[in-house]
């Protein structure tokens, strides 16, 4: 499926394809400093996807999320503009429509759905980079000069620019972030698991049933 800034070409270039660099497993988490959309739907995602497509200065993302919709705004095969200090030709950016202040002022109830929305972005991400490039990305943080060799991990924007960003901020929730990442990339893998013991199981209760139907026939003939 095209994405957002493929459906709808940007005023001026917002990303860059193909890719100048093989994709790291880099992952950059922002937020947007958009205000929180806290009145009727959130359409927050929306609205930053819209400012994209026609803001006159380089800005974008791979994806956007607020707390009931993702837009996949780049493909990710395609340098989006997220980040001046060089990790554009590497990494996937992945951004919340809210601002980097807002995360203690937000119910715990929006907050919670932010973060899934945001961790399903980045599974989504992560199951591309291993698809397509066997990368696997690991649920925890990379420093800068990690980031900066390539090694596969989460890194904020503020981290990778600390002169000029601070996104996603200080209170952004990384641990509830990284464990929903977590638990997402792992439940396909337990689906399965599951599947064949509930299988297994079944199996077992047909033979214990034909045992039962055995004996007790048995016991009725004596
Ligand atoms: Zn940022």
Known sequence: MPTYLEENPPRIRQFRQPRREKPSGVIVIHTAESALDIIGDDTGAEGVAAFIANRS????????????????????????????????????????????????????????????????AAAEAATWLRDTHGITVPHGRIT???????????????????????????????????????????????????????????????RIAATLKRLRARRDAL
């Open 57 to 120: 200065t380089y800005g974008s993302y791979h994806t956007i999320v607020d707390s009931n919709s993702r837009v996949r705004l780049v493909p990710f095969d395609a340098e989006a503009y997220g980040d001046g200090t060089g990790s554009n030709y590497h990494a996937i950016h992945i951004s919340f429509a809210c601002k980097a202040a807002g995360w203690p002022g937000m119910s715990a109830e929006r907050r919670s759905a932010m973060v899934r929305q945001g961790a399903e």
């Open 144 to 206: 800068r000069a990690q980031s900066e060799v390539r090694v596969p991990g989460f890194i904020s924007h503020g981290e990778r620019d600390p002169g000029r960003r601070s996104d996603p901020g200080a209170a952004f929730p990384w641990n509830e972030f990284l464990t929903e990442y977590q638990r997402l990339m792992v439940r396909p893998l337990l689906r399965t698991r599951l599947t064949a013991r509930v299988h297994e199981l079944v199996e077992q209760k047909k």
